[in-house]
């Protein structure tokens, strides 16, 4: 029996020894879920940025991805956030306001990072004037400066005294970016009567909300908003030959003339970053500022597609954006 029990203990020790070593080798394997809100190309762009930096660091066959594209529903974020609280993944990703609401609120021992969020104290409900979140959360913004995006407006159009401002109800980041743009607008001479909000609840009306929009605007502004980049072609076929200032690329290729935006790839890259340090144990989370993309990766770009359609041509100082 001593000869037995010995022989079990040697056989463990030899299985055990390379777990060990790979613990101590510092790289090990890690499993990140990622909470997606819905499909289009800023978030897509910025999930892909992130899994992109972690394989880079940790190679394919040490990094798993949990990943769940909600489709716009908050429900499926809700339920993702907690089937990934129940698997005990090593770090979350939420990417969009609602992905990073559910992940917050299904765990508080888990690192959570957001990415493709607008104003953290918006998405979390918290009085926030930047640097760190504390507890378990972190990630980066994809805030444009809206005072430069008001700007441009008024740059593009001097002549145009009605602004309408469409965005979708549902999310707390567009309501804010919107009632940041008012007062930027305001500053630059715009009567607030002139200013009109426009929310639409969902998909379902969208299209006659962008029309009572253009019914009253000489031009419109959408704010970075998911269900407008995921609709944009409902937008466009609803305002006619009215030019859209929009919040980011993506819904700019879709139904926008001009944009000042961010990369959202290197937005993920700097997410994906974020992850490392925390899951190789040389950040907390907690301690982690908001980052942002460099100021310099934001730039003016315009629609070329859109922009023969309505006669429009780009001042000096913009780019095309590039067109399939």
Known sequence: MKKITALVLALLLVVAAPLALASCSGKGEYT??????????????????????????????????????AQGDSTICTTAATDLVNKNVDLILGNATAALQAAANATEKIPVLGTSITDYGTALNMEFKGGAVGGNISGTTDLAPLDQQAAMIKELYPNATKVGLLYCSAEPNSKYQVTVIREELKKLGYADENIKDFPFADSNDIGPVSKGASDFADVLYVPTDNTAASFGATIKDNIGNDPLIAGESGICGLCGIATLSIDYYELGKITGEMAVKILKGEAKVGELEIASVPAATITKKYNTVRAAEIGFTAPEGYTALPTE
Not at 35 to 52: R, S, V
């Open 32 to 69: 990140v879920g990622i909470i997606q809100l819905i499909q289009h190309e800023a978030l897509d762009a910025a999930t892909k940025g992130f899994k992109d930096v972690l394989i880079a660091e940790f190679g394919e066959e040490n990094i798993k991805f949990e990943e769940v594209n």
